[in-house]
């Protein structure tokens, strides 16, 4: 018996001979004590309880400035109160794409459908707190796609130009005509922006510049040293601070597209892989890639999602994976994209935005005791989580499959516990199925159950699993359960040739 190496992230390449792993709903993580029995691990993602259920279409921004949180539902501004109570403060234009938002102390300032709009937190002058307007949309030469903070400044980034504007200290009213920069550096429209390290990375197609606050007049930006990278951007609302440092899709340009950076210095960082890779260049378009980022854990993850695609990745900082995440429409038996299209923390919670109703979840990874069993579902839909394993070949030779054991905690099921279709208690379930032609065609699935509540000394496992030359297993689980894998293990052997060894200790002597 022994170990294959079925704890993974997804790694799916162009042929599925080669590698077929997936991960779907499920996040590994490295044992840092180096004596743990498992080198690394598999824990389930966080699930989704209701928080606030605001009326509308899709949750388009959130923010959070001095404990304060706000959201942007369909065409209107809300701020959510710790209760999940929320409270209506302006309507805003609504062109059914994410707003987007920053805060100084004192204002709170969206651009959404080309449109700027503030709302003051605190009296500014004879403008009391509370004061909710709009900036008149000639103030620009063009829609306002994007609007950002830096060092008591906020800044307009004008839509399909090389263009931003600046605004007067500490006011995103005051945009006086004298403070706009038109970038000179590279030949292309402004795609995306992000402010990092008090610095304003200004992303175009093809390549990126780096501003920062030289305290100049009427402009008090100037381009940095050295700040200029030759990478671009390929998705507006893809971009995002995590790490220490910024992250983006890289755009479709005359080398090609489709790969994700990270920023080190002034250098692009390749972070994604061929296999993620491939999947992307599937997709009709990445341009329409939404993201957000929230630390959990020690982990720090980077969830994409691209609507067109109905498709959600997430790559976690701490180990350097990917990872898929879905929402499982039962009704069709198929993965559509993550429910959560944006995040805030605050109240102590994580609060993500729906992008297909109004509703603001708080989201945390499930656990038994206090209250985890609100976080094992989608807000009540099932979370179906899966993992594909490595091929399991020796050379083309036949491999007799004895028996699978999945090291995986037993003992959590529910209480009351589930229940079969007879009404009967039942344990929580693993499906198990297996392919033994690289991937493309699978057995039906095979259910071992893993324990009712408390019985922890439940063992997974599949026996008597024939042969094959070249076998992936697949496994699932749907039941609202926490699960965590720490291992599987393969007893298996050769078919009988003389000489060869049991493949266990094959794999031994290989490690």
């Not at 805060?103 to 080309?114: E, F, I, K, V």
């Not at 920069?181 to 030949?187: D, K, L, R, S, Y």
């Not at 429209?189 to 200004?202: F, G, K, M, T």
């Given at each position: 018996?022994?170990?294959?190496?079925?704890?993974?992230?997804?790694?799916?390449?162009?042929?599925?001979?080669?590698?077929?792993?997936?991960?779907?709903?499920?996040?590994?993580?490295?044992?840092?004590?180096?004596?743990?029995k498992s080198a690394r691990q598999l824990y389930g993602t966080p699930g989704l309880s209701m928080f606030a259920?605001?009326?509308?279409?899709?949750?388009?921004?959130?923010?959070?400035?001095?404990?304060?949180?706000?959201?942007?539902?369909?065409?209107?501004l809300y701020e959510v109160k710790s209760n999940g109570t929320y409270t209506a403060l302006g309507a805003v234009a609504n062109d059914g794409q994410p707003a987007s938002m920053c805060a100084s102390p004192q204002q709170l300032a969206m651009a959404t459908a080309g449109m700027l709009y503030v709302y003051y937190l605190k009296a500014i002058g004879p403008v009391l707190a509370g004061t909710f307007v709009s900036v008149p949309a000639v103030t620009f030469p063009g829609p306002v796609s994007q609007v950002l903070y830096l060092d008591g400044f906020f800044i307009a980034i004008i839509a399909s130009a090389e263009q931003y504007f600046t605004s007067t200290l500490f006011d995103a009213t005051s945009w006086p005509a004298l403070n706009t920069t038109?970038?000179?550096?590279?030949?292309?429209?402004?795609?995306?922006?992000?402010?990092?390290?008090?610095?304003?990375?200004?992303?175009?197609?093809?390549?990126?510049?780096?501003?920062?606050?030289?305290?100049?007049?009427?402009v008090p930006l100037a381009t940095s040293p050295g700040g200029f990278v030759e990478q671009g951007s390929g998705a507006q609302f893809a971009t995002v601070q995590m790490d220490n440092s910024i992250f983006w899709i890289g755009a479709r340009n005359d080398q090609g597209w489709g790969i994700a950076w990270?920023?080190?210095?002034?250098?692009?960082?390749?972070?994604?892989?061929?296999?993620?890779?491939?999947?992307?260049?599937?997709?009709?378009?990445?341009?329409?890639?939404?993201?957000?980022?929230?630390?959990?854990?020690?982990?720090?993850f980077w969830v994409i999602t691209f609507p067109s695609?109905?498709?959600?990745?997430?790559?976690?900082?701490?180990?350097?994976?990917?990872a898929e995440r879905?929402?499982?429409?039962?009704?069709?038996?198929?993965?559509?994209?993550?429910?959560?299209?944006?995040?805030?923390?605050?109240?102590?919670?994580?609060?993500?935005?729906?992008?297909?109703?109004?509703?603001?979840?708080?989201?945390?990874?499930?656990?038994?005791?206090?209250?985890?069993?609100?976080?094992?579902?989608?807000?009540?839909?099932?979370?179906?989580?899966?993992?594909?394993?490595?091929?399991?070949?020796?050379?083309?030779?036949?491999?007799?499959?004895?028996?699978?054991?999945?090291?995986?905690?037993?003992?959590?099921g529910p209480q009351p516990p589930l229940l079969d279709g007879a009404g009967n208690p039942r344990d929580p379930m693993l499906t198990l199925r297996y392919s033994d032609d690289g991937g493309h065609d699978w057995s039906s699935g095979r259910d071992v159950g893993f324990g009712q509540a408390g019985k922890y000394r439940t063992r997974a496992i599949w026996r008597r699993l024939g042969r094959s030359r070249d076998r992936v297993y697949e496994l699932t689980c749907s039941d609202p359960v926490p699960v965590r894998i720490i291992d599987a293990y393969l007893d298996a052997e050769p078919g009988l040739t003389v000489g060869k060894k049991r493949l266990s200790k094959q794999y031994a002597e290989v490690a």
């Amino acid at each position: 018996m022994s170990r294959f190496g079925f704890v993974g992230p997804t790694y799916s390449s162009q042929s599925p001979n080669a590698d077929a792993q997936r991960c779907i709903n499920l996040y590994v993580e490295v044992n840092e004590s180096g004596d743990g029995k498992s080198a690394r691990q598999l824990y389930g993602t966080p699930g989704l309880s209701m928080f606030a259920a605001i009326p509308g279409a899709q949750v388009r921004g959130e923010w959070t400035i001095n404990g304060r949180s706000f959201a942007v539902v369909d065409a209107q501004l809300y701020e959510v109160k710790s209760n999940g109570t929320y409270t209506a403060l302006g309507a805003v234009a609504n062109d059914g794409q994410p707003a987007s938002m920053c805060a100084s102390p004192q204002q709170l300032a969206m651009a959404t459908a080309g449109m700027l709009y503030v709302y003051y937190l605190k009296a500014i002058g004879p403008v009391l707190a509370g004061t909710f307007v709009s900036v008149p949309a000639v103030t620009f030469p063009g829609p306002v796609s994007q609007v950002l903070y830096l060092d008591g400044f906020f800044i307009a980034i004008i839509a399909s130009a090389e263009q931003y504007f600046t605004s007067t200290l500490f006011d995103a009213t005051s945009w006086p005509a004298l403070n706009t920069t038109t970038i000179n550096t590279f030949p292309d429209n402004v795609v995306s922006a992000i402010v990092d390290h008090r610095e304003l990375y200004l992303l175009g197609a093809r390549a990126s510049e780096v501003d920062y606050d030289a305290g100049t007049s009427p402009v008090p930006l100037a381009t940095s040293p050295g700040g200029f990278v030759e990478q671009g951007s390929g998705a507006q609302f893809a971009t995002v601070q995590m790490d220490n440092s910024i992250f983006w899709i890289g755009a479709r340009n005359d080398q090609g597209w489709g790969i994700a950076w990270r920023a080190n210095g002034y250098q692009p960082v390749r972070v994604s892989n061929h296999a993620v890779e491939t999947a992307w260049q599937s997709y009709i378009t990445l341009a329409d890639a939404r993201a957000f980022t929230y630390q959990d854990g020690g982990h720090t993850f980077w969830v994409i999602t691209f609507p067109s695609a109905q498709a959600t990745w997430a790559y976690d900082a701490a180990t350097g994976l990917w990872a898929e995440r879905g929402f499982w429409f039962a009704q069709a038996g198929i993965y559509q994209a993550a429910l959560s299209q944006n995040h805030t923390f605050n109240f102590g919670k994580h609060l993500v935005g729906d992008r297909q109703s109004g509703n603001i979840y708080q989201m945390s990874l499930p656990t038994v005791s206090g209250g985890g069993w609100n976080f094992v579902t989608d807000n009540g839909a099932i979370i179906r989580r899966l993992r594909r394993a490595p091929h399991v070949s020796t050379e083309g030779q036949w491999i007799y499959h004895n028996y699978l054991w999945v090291d995986i905690e037993t003992g959590l099921g529910p209480q009351p516990p589930l229940l079969d279709g007879a009404g009967n208690p039942r344990d929580p379930m693993l499906t198990l199925r297996y392919s033994d032609d690289g991937g493309h065609d699978w057995s039906s699935g095979r259910d071992v159950g893993f324990g009712q509540a408390g019985k922890y000394r439940t063992r997974a496992i599949w026996r008597r699993l024939g042969r094959s030359r070249d076998r992936v297993y697949e496994l699932t689980c749907s039941d609202p359960v926490p699960v965590r894998i720490i291992d599987a293990y393969l007893d298996a052997e050769p078919g009988l040739t003389v000489g060869k060894k049991r493949l266990s200790k094959q794999y031994a002597e290989v490690a």
